[in-house]
Every structure is written in C-alpha cells, then in structure tokens.
C-alpha cells in the first residue's frame, strides 16, 4: 500500500474506528438478561426440567453453563433442577461449581439439535430469531434480544415523574 492510498483510507478507517470503539463502550452484560431473553433452547430445558422431565447430559451441562454466563448464583441454579426426577442437592451442588469454577460455555445450536435440546427447527415460525440462517448458538441469541432492548431503552423519551396538585 502507498502513502497516497493511505491518505485516502484514513479517515474511513478513523470513521470505522471510532464506531467500534463506540459499540464497545455501549455493550451489554449477560447478566442483565431476564427470562424474556433466554433462547427457547433453556427455556424449553428449563420447562421440562419443572415437569420432572428426565433431561439428558448436553441439557443439563447447557443449562448450567447459560446460567454462569447470564450471571445467576450456584443457588439459583440449582433451583432449576429441584425437580428433576434423579434430583440430588449435594450432587447437583458438585456438578455446578464445577461448571462454574471451569468456566464452561453453553454448547452451540448443532450440538443441542443433535442432543434434541432444542425446541426450535430451521424455518419454524415459533422464533423468528431462531429461523436466521447465522443463529447458530444460544448466546447470539441472547445478545441480539439483549442488544435489542437496550436500544429501546437508550431511543425511548425518559419517563417524567408525575407531579401531584398540593
């Protein structure tokens, strides 16, 4: 590349720059997520899970792993599988502080289909989300939903706090 081409890229790539700089700076944690941004794979884990389906190995480690990313306690998430049919607290209890204290992370969408984890098939109007073709893992999803809500947040006109007549 010559001086001249740089010249002309420079403020392109300043412009470029500055916008990743700025999307870093308004990123959102996971662990503001609440139930209405879980992907339908944990909420469908965690649905069965309620009804004292027995879930298999990849859901259980899924669901444990999505609840360290998204910031909930060891407690919390055990509390998910109080009513597993094979539920032991001190084993539960071992296999999540593993989980967390290994940092596990959630298995992609393939894995989860494979592992009939997942509720949703490709081009199922049940989550339009779930349909993309690039929706290949849970935490994309989260962080779409998440990202979406924050703009709705940051583009809503600030709530004015009613005045009460004295």
């Given amino acids: 590349m010559d001086e001249a081409f740089a010249g002309r890229m420079a403020e392109e790539v300043g412009r470029i720059v500055g916008l990743l ?24 884990v965690t649905t069965q899970l309620a009804q004292s389906v027995n879930i298999n190995h990849v859901g259980r480690v899924f669901l444990a792993s999505m609840s360290r990313v998204i910031g909930l306690s060891v407690d919390e998430a055990q509390a998910f599988f109080v009513n597993a049919p094979d ?42 989300l779930c349909s993309r073709e690039w929706m290949d893992h849970p935490l994309k999803y989260l962080r779409v939903r998440q990202r979406a ?16 007549p004295q």
């Avoid at 700089?21 to 469908?44: I, K, L, N, Y």
């Avoid at 989980?99 to 509720?119: D, R, S």
Wanted: net charge negative; charged share 25%; proline share 9%.
């Fill in 87 to 128: 539920y032991s607290a001190d084993m539960t209890r071992y296999q999540l502080s593993h989980v967390y204290e290994h940092e596990y992370t959630p298995a992609g969408c393939p894995k989860l289909q494979i592992n009939a984890c997942c509720p949703v098939t490709r081009g199922d109007v049940k989550s339009d």
């Fill in 21 to 44: 700089q700025h999307q870093a700076s308004t990123e959102v944690s996971f662990t503001s997520a609440d139930e209405g941004d879980w992907p339908p794979c944990m909420r469908e």
């Fill in 149 to 164: 809500k924050h703009r709705e947040e940051q583009s809503s006109p600030p709530k004015e706090e009613s005045q009460t």
